[in-house]
């Protein structure tokens, strides 16, 4: 029992090591080597506990978007009416990008990788489609859908909000001299 509990606190370390290292660094910037020293283990151990470079991405992956998806349907919780919700969702957007870009790069990094790697990109596509469930489900749920808007599932509009939620954030991160960018994400609030 002791060994399981030693066996879980290792690859948790390591796994959180590689969370840090790619969200501050990217990943082209950090070897298995740097995740190592991070995490303060030998290099050998991250082979042990996930097998290769992609194992280990995975996990990362797994990790964030339980993280997003957690942080977003509690969000979304917040409030009853679907202005509420949405309002509550812009909030943490912009509130991430002010605390914790890194989870916002991170999640462009790793995006670009699923691009190559059919793995990463099953799970990034589980992922958003977590989001725009979640999207659907608490804001676009038996609400009445603008004029301009009809002929549109509440499916295609969750993703058009998610879309342009996430193309915000990254134009955000990418252009911090322009202060005003998060104020963009308010933008999304016309669909009501």
Known sequence: MKQDA????????????AFHCISSKGYANVSLRDIANE??????????????????????????????????????????APKDKISSLIKYFQEMLKTNPALFRLLY?????ALWSSALKDLLCSL??????????????DIPIRRNLEG??????ARMILGAMLGTAI??????????????????????
Do not use: W
């Open 128 to 141: 958003f489609k977590g989001l725009s469930d979640l999207i659907e489900k608490h804001i676009l749920h």
């Open 152 to 157: 549109y599932s509440p499916k295609s509009i």
């Open 171 to 192: 134009q955000v991160i990418l252009d911090s001299e322009e202060k005003n960018l998060p104020e963009a994400l308010n933008a999304v609030e016309i669909i009501f």
């Open 6 to 17: 030693e066996t879980k606190n290792q690859s948790e370390k390591i796994l959180l090591a």
């Open 109 to 113: 990094d790793l995006t670009g990788l």
């Open 39 to 80: 995490a303060g283990v030998v290099l050998s151990q991250l082979n042990y506990y996930f097998k290769n470079k992609e194992g280990l991405f995975t996990e990362v992956i797994k990790l964030m978007a339980q993280k997003y998806l957690r942080e977003v349907e509690q969000c979304l919780q917040k409030g009853d």
